[in-house]
Nanobody
Framework: QVQLVESGGGLVQPGGSLRLSCASS????????WGWYRQTPGSQRDLVAR???????KYADSVQGRFTISRDNAKNTMYLQMNSLEPEDTAVYYC???????????????WGQGTQVTVSS
């Protein structure tokens, strides 16, 4: 089992910035695609951004140009830099790792526990 530990959430004023981090506990799990998703009460969990092993990224239209996703493979860590935050960005943010166990070749998808981001004055 892979544990994904998120950090960096909190309360910020509109127009402010936050940086989320997500670290994998398991170096034997090779992560192909990292992703950030977010969810508000009563809504489905939606993709915010994802990054592949080749560095290619995809963003939701609502965050394009404001958020930047990145990864540090040496640290098994992913980041989400969020700038120009808006009240509509308020949600629980979840990280996601899609990859393969190195030894067995078994694929797996894992989720973090979620971190709250609140944008409010």
């Amino acid at each position: 089992q892979v544990q994904l530990v998120e950090s960096g959430g909190g309360l910020v004023q509109p127009g402010g910035s936050l940086r989320l981090s997500c670290a994998s506990s398991e170096s034997d799990f090779s992560i192909y695609t990292w992703g950030w998703y977010r969810q508000t009460p009563g809504s489905q969990r939606d993709l915010v951004a994802r990054i592949g092993s080749d560095g290619r990224t995809k963003y939701a239209d609502s965050v394009q140009g404001r958020f930047t996703i990145s990864r540090d493979n040496a640290k098994n860590t992913m980041y989400l830099q969020m700038n120009s935050l808006e009240p509509e960005d308020t949600a629980v943010y979840y990280c996601n790792a899609d990859g393969t166990w190195r030894v067995t070749g078994t694929p797996g998808i894992y989720w973090g526990q979620g971190t709250q981001v609140t944008v409010s004055s």
